[in-house]
């Protein structure tokens, strides 16, 4: 006896591998003349809704925070994470993850703009 028709749909989905979800995206730089502002949008818009869109975000770039330390003004109480360690145990050491020399070129330059802003530190663990 087969399955229904809906019913063998979501297996077959469900088997099948998610992968991150990609669209083909714009540059668009909002800046003026005192510097490059640039975002990303996706292409999959007609001409007239992406015009209205870019729009749209140059008249209200200036709630966008662009460099880190356009956010001076953050608390840490209210973003600050923490790692809570029990001192009893001890930390299991994982290999070493390889990437992409392309990728971790791009983490440590984010990772070193955040060091610069004061948006990371270095955690001190007992």
Known sequence: MGLPPELERIVV????????????TELVDLGTDS???EVKIGMGMTA???EELTAL????????????QD??????????????????CSPV?????????E???K?????????DAGFLAIARYP
């Not at 989905?13 to 998610?18: G, L, T, Y």
Request: glycine share 4%; charged share 35%; hydrophobic share 30%.
């Open 35 to 37: 510097g490059k502002k």
């Open 13 to 24: 989905h469900e088997d099948q591998e998610m992968g991150p979800h990609q669209e083909e």
């Open 71 to 88: 956010m001076p003004g953050l608390s840490s109480d209210i973003i600050q994470n923490r790692l809570p360690l029990n001192p009893e």
């Open 107 to 115: 983490i440590k330059e984010e990772v070193k703009k955040q060091f």
């Open 57 to 68: 975000l140059k008249d209200y770039q200036d709630i966008f925070a662009w460099p880190y």
């Open 93 to 101: 050491k994982q290999k070493l993850r390889r990437m992409k020399p």
């Open 103 to 105: 990728t971790s070129l």
């Open 48 to 50: 007239p809704i992406c």
